[in-house]
Nanobody, 115 residues
Framework: QVQVVESGGGLVQAGGSLRLSCTVSGGGFNIMFMSWYRQAPGKQRELVAT???????NYADSVKGRFTISRNNAKNTVLLQMNSLKPGDAAVYYC?????????WGQGTQVTVSS
């Protein structure tokens, strides 16, 4: 049974930084396609960043140059380093793990950015 758990959210001032962490249990992490999504109140869930098993990354235009996704296969973790945060980045951030055509989600972690 794959379980996905996010942590690291919180309140930060605009211009500040936060680092989100996602830990996956249940095996197979090194072949998982990992992603971070976010959902703000009244808005659809949107893709923030992805990282393939190879380490190849992809980012939404809105976060390019500010956010960095990385993975540590030895620790079964994915990190999302968020710098230069803006009020528009405030949302619940979800970690996704895709393996063998099955998508798993964490419970989400709240990120609040004060102006």
């Amino acid at each position: 049974q794959v379980q996905v758990v996010e942590s690291g959210g919180g309140l930060v001032q605009a211009g500040g930084s936060l680092r989100l962490s996602c830990t996956v249990s249940g095996g197979g992490f090194n072949i998982m396609f990992m992603s971070w999504y976010r959902q703000a109140p009244g808005k659809q869930r949107e893709l923030v960043a992805t990282i393939a098993p190879s380490g190849s990354t992809n980012y939404a235009d809105s976060v390019k140059g500010r956010f960095t996704i990385s993975r540590n296969n030895a620790k079964n973790t994915v990190l999302l380093q968020m710098n230069s945060l803006k009020p528009g980045d405030a949302a619940v951030y979800y970690c996704g793990a895709l393996v063998i055509a099955t998508q798993y989600w964490g419970q989400g972690t709240q990120v609040t950015v004060s102006s």
